[in-house]
């Protein structure tokens, strides 16, 4: 009865708005209930994947380094002009053989002319004895004539000395490691000419843990596994440092193989293996 007292109008338009909500709900889809699992986890943060751990280095492998027992570096005494270089990389050289010439043809020169100088004033030297010995010339003149010549000699010295510069020889005997000039190249003083290592048996260098005075000492042997080779050697403790490192608490070696190993070369590598209780 009181539905069809609402005005006619009223009624369509309340029937329009309940015919539109019933359309929005048929359009809108209810996601089922594994769709809605799915994106709850997709929101949350993946778990972080765990990194196998790389194996750690064992803390008391010891680092082996061979090295000569004599090392330097040439370098040049003079200013001039490179003539002739005598060596080569990985050249042998014997001991106060001539490796580098340079050109010196302005201090044969100048001993020459020092030489004349000298021969000059030891004729005025002589003179001036004769002359004192007539009473024609004082001790002062004597005096001054005999200081001359010294000058002279002296300059003669120099002039050698300075010749001898011109003639680079090794100083000992060894293998050139590097050159670091050309012929007909043009020096400086100090300027480095070539690098030379000894030709004899190399020193092994490393570091220990210092807790390990305990047991090791000059001589102790142990065995050296070289990377260069793949071979293992045997070794003797020779030196020890007088100072421990107080920061890496670690202290320096020297060491010698027992036998010479001609295919070791300097600066070659690997690790020493003592025989020791952590």
């Known amino acids: 009865m009181r539905w069809n007292m609402i005005h006619p109008w009223r009624k369509a338009a309340a029937l329009a708005v309940f015919s539109l909500s019933a359309a929005a709900l048929a359009q809108s889809p209810v996601p089922p209930a594994g769709a809605k699992l799915a994106a709850q986890s997709a929101?949350?943060?993946?778990a972080p994947v765990a990194k196998a751990?790389?194996?750690?280095?064992?803390p008391d492998t010891i680092r082996v380094l061979l090295t000569p027992e004599l090392e330097t570096t040439l370098v040049a005494q003079m200013v001039g002009r490179i003539s002739s270089l005598k060596v080569e990389l990985g050249g042998k050289v014997q001991k106060g053989k001539a490796v580098i010439g340079f050109d010196c043809g302005e201090a044969a020169a100048r001993l020459n002319m020092a030489q004349a100088e000298y021969n000059s004033a030891r004729e005025t030297l002589?003179?001036?004895e004769r002359l004192r010995k007539l009473d024609a010339a004082g001790d002062m003149e004597v005096?001054?004539?005999a200081a001359g010549?010294?000058?002279?000699k002296a300059a003669i010295a120099m002039s050698r000395?300075?010749?001898a510069q011109c003639t680079v020889v090794?100083?000992?005997?060894g293998r050139v490691v590097k050159v670091h000039v050309k012929p007909h190249q043009g020096v400086n003083v100090g300027a480095p000419l070539l690098e030379m290592i000894s030709d004899g048996p190399l020193k092994l260098r490393l570091n220990i843990p210092s807790r390990w005075l305990r047991q090791v000492s000059v001589g102790t042997p142990f065995e050296v596994d070289i990377?260069?080779?793949?071979?293992?050697?045997?070794?003797?403790v020779t030196l020890i440092n007088a100072r421990v490192d107080a920061v890496a608490q670690t202290i320096e070696l020297e060491a010698r193989m027992d036998k010479a190993e001609p295919e070791l070369l300097a600066g070659m590598s690997g690790i020493a293996r003592f025989k020791v209780v952590p």
């Open 43 to 46: 929101a949350k943060p993946a």
């Open 53 to 58: 751990a790389a194996p750690a280095e064992n």
């Open 161 to 163: 000395a300075q010749l």
């Open 170 to 173: 090794a100083p000992f005997t």
């Open 227 to 236: 990377n260069e080779t793949g071979r293992t050697y045997q070794a003797k």
């Open 149 to 152: 010549a010294d000058k002279a």
């Open 126 to 128: 002589n003179a001036k």
């Open 143 to 145: 005096t001054l004539a």
